[in-house]
């Protein structure tokens, strides 16, 4: 699990924020069920961009000397240039349930026999919400496809199970396709046009009525 020192923060306002942002560092705030109130904190941009890259969600932070768990909740970004603005973070507890948004990442797809037949996969869903304690938090959730074929879809319902993690979706939303590409119709069995039938007899009266 990451580590990280954070300082308590005075004062509010853009300029604070500014002078913060000036001297490496971001503003940013945690809460949750066991504090009275909000910390503001004073982060370090580079060390907080090492964790986002890693692709941890809980930390082990050390505010001013105390130790708190906390969940990333929200990373704020600028418009233009996607800097990191802002920063939220939940204190929790080890036996306190946590929602989560978790990424969605397909593997096998070069090996399924829809891409061999021509086809390609689509991912219509890129991200879950999921439900679980912080010790079953995954990393993402991992989609093997290397079994798909041609105009199968992947279900929400199919996600694989996750020890301690429940999902949460609406209806049954399609996860992941396979298709023909774009503009490509599907190849059409050849019909032969139908042969009718011989009538018995009719070739006779046909050559009675050459003569």
């Known amino acids: 699990m990451a580590k990280l020192t954070v300082a308590k923060r005075e004062g509010k306002g853009k300029y604070k924020a500014f002078d913060l942002r000036k001297a490496g560092g971001i503003p940013g705030v945690i809460y949750g069920k066991s504090l009275k109130e909000n910390l503001n904190v004073a982060i370090n941009l580079k060390e907080f ?9 809980l930390i082990d ?3 001013g000397g105390t130790p708190m768990r906390v969940l990333i909740k929200a990373v704020q970004h600028g418009t233009y240039d996607h800097e ?10 080890e036996n306190e349930v946590i929602d989560v948004v978790l990424d969605i990442v397909i593997a096998g797809a070069e090996d399924s026999p829809g891409i061999r037949e021509g086809g390609m996969i689509e991912q219509n869903l890129h991200q879950m919400s999921a439900r679980c304690l912080p010790r079953n938090l995954p990393e993402n959730v991992v989609v093997d496809v290397s079994a798909i074929k041609m105009g199968d879809i992947f279900y929400a319902r199919d996600l694989p ?4 993690v429940e999902f949460v979706f609406h209806g049954n939303p399609a996860v992941v396709s396979c298709h023909h590409p774009a503009g490509e119709e599907a190849p059409a069995e050849s019909v ?15 050559a009675k009525a050459k003569e």
């Open 161 to 164: 199970k996750l020890e301690g």
């Open 49 to 57: 961009t090492q964790i986002l890259k890693s692709g941890d969600r």
């Open 192 to 206: 032969e046009a139908p042969t009718a039938p011989e009538v018995i007899g009719e070739k006779e009266r046909e």
């Open 61 to 63: 932070l050390d505010v």
């Open 84 to 93: 990191i603005l802002h920063a939220d973070f939940r204190a929790i507890s």
